[in-house]
């Protein structure tokens, strides 16, 4: 059984940073696309970051793109968002995902497995 875990939001002050994690179980990520999307209150989930099985291919998108990075360490599972210079517009909720393949994607369609999400707060 496939499970993705994400930890790390929290409450944060504009300009700060925060690293979400997730750790997967179940899959090796190293075999499969792995994705980080957001969803604000009453607004659709958008794509945040995206990173192959490989880790060659890293695509990060919109309005984070230059503040946001995504990694991964194969040997603990885990893949990782690193957020600096938060904005307001940041404040979503964050999740994990888990692709049908080894490639990056940024379509909700194309992963298979998602995790629950860690809140992402930043104060005005």
């Known amino acids: 059984q496939v499970h993705l875990a994400e930890s790390g939001g929290g409450l944060v002050e504009i300009g700060g940073s925060l690293r979400l994690s997730c750790v997967v179980s179940g899959r090796n990520i190293r075999e499969y696309g792995m994705g980080w999307f957001r969803q604000a209150p009453g607004k659709d989930r958008e794509f945040v970051a995206t990173?192959?099985?490989?880790?060659?291919?890293?695509d990060i998108r919109g309005p984070v793109k230059g503040r946001f990075t995504i990694s991964k360490d194969n040997t603990r599972n885990t893949v990782y968002l690193q957020m600096n210079n938060l904005k307001s517009e940041d404040t979503a909720e964050y999740h994990c995902a888990s692709a049908f393949t080894s490639a990056a994607a940024t379509m909700e369609g194309s992963y298979e497995y998602w995790g629950q999400g860690t809140q992402v707060t930043v104060a005005t």
């Open positions: 990173i192959s099985g490989s880790g060659v291919v890293i």
